[in-house]
């Protein structure tokens, strides 16, 4: 058993409903490591439809618009063993999470961080930006939640420029939550090795790490593991990209791709934990 300075969180790509997938591989990392999670912090695209009619605001094709775990949650037949906070992807309901821009509890231990959110756990600020960089998009208000069944859902899916400077104003993160990928962070071959031909990231995400500083950085959204690091004036960050939790799998395949379980010592240092 570790000692009562240890404190270890757990950090998840896109889950994409897949809740008790997520909680079950959680649980299975406890008990093979005897240790306790004391929060755990998701990247976007969560899918907290509570409904059907949360599919309906949700952007993204009808045939991949599917009802997830998260009823069982939002109506309290299954509960998160600790407190989860999110951001929001490119798919989400945002029909629901646009009602609380600056976030808030979506069921009982379940936190969604708003557009721009920060909060303190364990001693570490965390600060998240939800969304992802759409060009046309970036320079415009958004439609107000209540015109949303007027309009198309890929207008909510992107984050704007007042958005990123809000984010800009916390002025320092220990952590910072991105849905996308920082620009920069990997070599057009190495892109090449995961199938991918376009540049990988955008130069807003790249700018909130240089600019906030992090110990660590957590993003989704392509749906592959990577790890990396980039040196800032300041400190070291390392940038941890996450796959997708995929409901059906058993054991542990997931941590160290869709998952990743971080040790923060007494002395504030960060270190992911390698895969059992």
Avoid at 151 to 157: E, L
Wanted: charged letters at 20%; aromatic letters at 10%.
């Amino acid at each position: 058993m570790s000692n009562t300075q240890d404190i270890f969180f757990a950090a998840v790509g896109d889950v994409h409903g897949n809740m008790h997938s997520m909680v079950r591989d959680l649980k299975i990392w406890e008990a093979k490591t005897n240790n306790q999670l004391a929060f755990v912090l998701q990247v976007g695209d969560f899918e907290p439809q509570r409904q059907e009619a949360d599919l309906m605001t949700t952007p993204g094709p009808k045939k991949y618009r599917k009802l997830g775990d998260f009823p069982d949650f939002y109506t309290g037949k299954a509960v998160f063993p600790w407190s989860i906070w999110f951001i929001a992807g490119n798919h989400e309901p945002y029909g629901f999470l646009e009602q609380m821009p600056q976030g808030g509890e979506v069921a009982y231990n379940c936190y969604y961080l708003g557009r721009v959110g920060s909060v303190t756990l364990s001693g570490l600020k965390i600060v998240g930006v939800s969304g992802i960089y759409e060009p046309k998009q970036f320079h415009q208000q958004r439609p107000d939640v209540s015109l949303i069944s007027k309009s198309s859902n890929k207008k909510y899916v992107g984050f704007t420029e007042a958005e990123i400077m809000e984010a800009i104003a916390l002025s320092s993160a220990d952590i910072l939550l991105l849905h996308d990928w920082p620009s920069g962070i990997i070599s057009s071959t190495e892109a090449q090795r995961f199938g991918w031909s376009d540049e990988v990231g955008n130069e807003y995400a790249r700018l909130l790490v240089e600019l906030l500083q992090p110990k660590l950085v957590l993003c989704g959204h392509m749906h592959q593991s990577y790890r990396t690091q980039l040196s800032c004036p300041k400190v070291v960050t390392d940038i941890c990209c996450l796959a997708n939790v995929k409901q059906g799998n058993q054991g542990m395949p997931q941590v160290g791709e869709a998952i990743a379980i971080f040790h923060l010592s007494s002395e504030g240092k960060l270190v992911e934990q390698s895969v059992l």
